[in-house]
């Protein structure tokens, strides 16, 4: 290794990916709600979390309102 860079001829970007970085966090669900993801990324071969973060993904992209009737 070099004991110096010259990091100007690097040229360097901005991470194209920083708007989307993801935050961990912790969450309660369903075990039969985690079975079904389960089963889904086994048959699509992605992994099941991401397939759950796909999935609200697209409830927040296309701004899906819940609707719920308790009877």
Not at 15 to 25: F, M
Not at 45 to 51: A, E, F, H, S, W
Request: aromatic residues 10%.
């Amino acid at each position: 290794m070099r004991e110096e860079y010259d990091i100007e001829s690097l040229n360097p970007r901005k991470n194209p990916y920083s708007k989307r970085l993801k935050r961990q966090i912790t969450i309660n669900i369903d075990s039969d709600t985690v079975d079904f993801f389960k089963e889904q990324s086994e048959e699509s071969g992605i992994p099941y979390q991401t397939l759950i973060n796909l999935y609200l993904s697209d409830c927040a992209r296309h701004r899906k309102q819940l609707q719920m009737s308790w009877k």
